[in-house]
């Protein structure tokens, strides 16, 4: 079983919410992984956790905040954020570390307004 | 740096035609690489990987993959496209040097004319 679970599949919110991402995976990996994709553009690594310690975080602003309380479960919370922050949030995880495959969830489609 | 190059933003190919998608890679050593799939509104399905032996590797849904040092190429080919290929194709690398983090190409849309 090579599956990834994001929650929810479509999120809307306003700059002032706070609201969170879900990603769940039951493979027994390590790694995790949040990504941002924009329309028609390959996907750009937002953070990695491994061994649920944050490894990489690729100079994202803090009105994203990730979180992996255990070995299953990646969370990204979001405050404050902007209309150009809408777009495809994807989730991954691998066995070990980014040598390993990374096995990619559906996506959570966000909409800032 | 390393780059991944997919030189084809689009391509089109008739249902039942044979396809090849093109990835150029820039890396002194062999990379760990990656073909995946992204259906519109979809997450990204793998489709194959390379990392080391056999040079033509085989994936899913029929497709097939064939490593070419000499060229620093790793194409993507299917025999015969279904409609349900259409989608869009990302090509990916990861290597020592960016400590294994995907390096992506920028994509190229398969549409299949009927």
């Known amino acids: 079983d090579t599956e990834v679970t994001q929650t929810p599949k479509h999120l809307v919110m306003g700059m002032t919410n706070k609201k969170s991402l879900k990603c769940e995976q039951h493979?027994?990996?390590?790694?995790m992984y949040w990504y941002k994709q924009k329309a028609k553009k390959p996907p750009e690594l937002m953070f990695v956790y491994s061994y649920e310690k944050l490894s990489i975080n690729e100079s994202v602003p803090s009105r994203f905040s990730p979180e992996c309380p255990n070995s299953s479960l990646l969370n990204l919370h979001l405050h404050a954020l902007q209309p150009e922050d809408s777009a495809l949030y994807l989730c991954?995880?691998?066995?070990?570390?980014?040598?390993?495959?990374?096995?990619f969830g559906p996506g959570t489609r966000l909409t800032v307004l | 740096a390393q780059s991944v190059t997919q030189p084809d933003i689009h391509i089109t190919v008739s249902e039942g035609a044979s396809l090849e998608l093109r990835c150029n890679y820039s890396?002194?050593?062999?990379?760990?690489l990656f073909w995946y799939v992204q259906s519109p509104g979809q997450g990204l399905q793998l489709l194959l990987k390379?990392?080391?032996?056999d040079t033509l590797v085989q994936g899913i849904k029929g497709f097939e993959a064939e490593f070419k040092r000499s060229q620093s190429s790793f194409n993507l080919r299917k025999p015969s496209v279904h409609w349900s290929d259409a989608a869009e194709y990302f090509c990916?690398?990861?290597?020592?040097?960016?400590?294994?983090?995907?390096?992506w190409g920028a994509g190229t849309k398969l549409i299949i004319k009927p």
């Open positions: 493979m027994g990996h390590r790694a």
């Open positions: 390379y990392f080391s032996g």
């Open positions: 890396y002194g050593a062999t990379p760990y």
């Open positions: 991954a995880s691998s066995r070990e570390g980014p040598r390993d495959t990374q096995y």
């Open positions: 990916a690398v990861g290597a020592m040097d960016s400590n294994y983090q995907l390096i």
